[in-house]
Structures are given as C-alpha cells and as structure tokens.
C-alpha cells in the first residue's frame, strides 16, 4: 500500500541574510513533515525563525538552500520555484494573519467572495461557497456586515473563511490569536483543528498562545533558526511552576 504524500514537506530548509561579516542565519536545515488533516502547533521565542519558515512555506520568501513540496509535488529547491508561484498560492495555499487584514469596505460575504472571484471562480458560485463557508465558520449571521461591525473572534473567523476559499491543501496561520482574549483565541484555535480533520488540509500555526495547545495534533518549536525537540514542560506554566 502506497503511503499518501504529506501535505507539507521541508528538506534542510535553510535562510541566510547578507554574507560575510553580515551574515545572519535566520532558519538551518528545517525539514518537517506535516500529513494531511493534522493542525501542528509552532513555538518558539521572537527570532527564532519561526514566520521565516512559514513564509518560506508559503512561497512568499524563498529559503537559500533546501526544498519544499505540497501534497507530494516539489514547489522551491533552494531559491528556485518549481511552480508558477502566484497561481499555485491562490489555488492551493491559504493564508490567515495576526490581523484579519480584511478590505474595510466589503461586507464579511464580499471579502471572501472575492478571494474565489480573483481565482476565476465564477459570481454566483463564489457568493454560494463564500456563504457555505461563513456558516460553516459560525459567522453566517454577520456576512452582511462590514468588518467594523465583527468583533475581533469574528473578523478572524471570516479571515479563516477568506483562506478557505479555494479549498488549499495547506493553511499557514501566523500569530492569528495575538489580538483576542482568552475564549476567542481558543476558538479560533478549534477552528484550525475543524479544518485540518473535515477538509483533510495540512494546517501550521505560529503562536505563543500556549493556552490551547491541546488542540494540536503535534507541537514542534523553533530556537535559533532550528526545530528542536518540544518540551512539554516548558510550554505549559503550571508545569514550570510546580
């Protein structure tokens, strides 16, 4: 029996910024696996290079050297995309912010809408998915409302629905709780792992929400450029404390 591909898989990821006495190593031989309906949790201190692997993911940032493939298929070898990087993001990778980052002047309903539509997804069926994701998000309530109507749990929501629309293969999510309290992070924490299990995608979050961890599937962490083995006692702080 054939062994499905991961939906996300790095070899010896590496960044480097400037060279010689400027060098600056922001990520070293990252490599990771991340199957298909599993939500990974990643930690890690600021600058430890955690959004610099998640952009590289992405196909925003490209790394030095290493390779990236999503769902089986190489995507970058070192700083060399092996796909049309812009039409294979909008198809096949989602992506949610610290901030909802949602247009101002569209309803909740129109901003995911249009994330189909620039796909060249036909009106009709774009507002139709966009309405089955909003419900689908807890949301459906709120898709005629402009985003200074949503709270911030909801514009986050509609942000998730946003990076949905296109049915990705993989969700990158970075810091997307930064903003909410307690109760609203961890719903939108949920919602990662409802997405990962029901759609089958491949779901990463950088937090340093250690509150929901229990959400996760798996937890990696990151301390200077590298993964290292996560330690469960020094995410937890009732563990540290006792």
């Not at 903003?179 to 919602?191: H, I, N, P, T």
């Amino acid at each position: 029996m054939t062994t499905p591909a991961p939906a996300i898989e790095t070899r010896a990821l590496t960044k480097i910024y400037g060279s010689g006495n400027t060098e600056v190593v922001a990520m070293r031989d990252v490599s990771l696996a991340i199957g298909k309906g599993q939500v990974v949790a990643l930690l890690g201190p600021s600058g430890a290079g955690k959004s610099t692997l998640l952009t590289a993911i992405g196909l925003i940032n490209p790394p030095t050297f290493g390779s990236i493939s999503i769902g089986g298929l190489p995507v970058m070898e070192g700083d060399s995309a092996l796909v049309d990087v812009r039409s294979f993001r909008r198809r096949y990778i989602g992506y949610v912010f610290q901030k909802a980052n949602l247009i101002p002047f569209l309803t909740a309903l129109e901003n995911v809408q249009l994330a189909l539509e620039i796909n060249d997804e036909p009106p009709r069926k774009a507002r139709r998915r966009a309405m089955e994701l909003l419900e689908y998000l807890g949301v459906g309530d709120r898709m005629k409302n402009l985003p200074h109507m949503l709270s911030g749990g909801q514009q986050q929501r509609v942000a998730v629905a946003r990076a949905l629309a296109n049915s990705p293969s993989i969700v990158l999510a970075d810091e997307p709780t930064a903003a909410l309290d307690s109760v609203r992070g961890r719903q939108v924490m949920e919602l990662f792992r409802k997405v990962a299990h029901d759609q089958g995608a491949g779901v990463l979050v950088v937090t340093h929400d250690h509150r929901a961890l229990d959400v996760f599937d798996e937890i990696l962490e990151m301390e200077d450029g590298a993964l290292r083995q996560h330690d469960q006692n020094d995410a937890d702080p009732d563990r540290r404390a006792s």
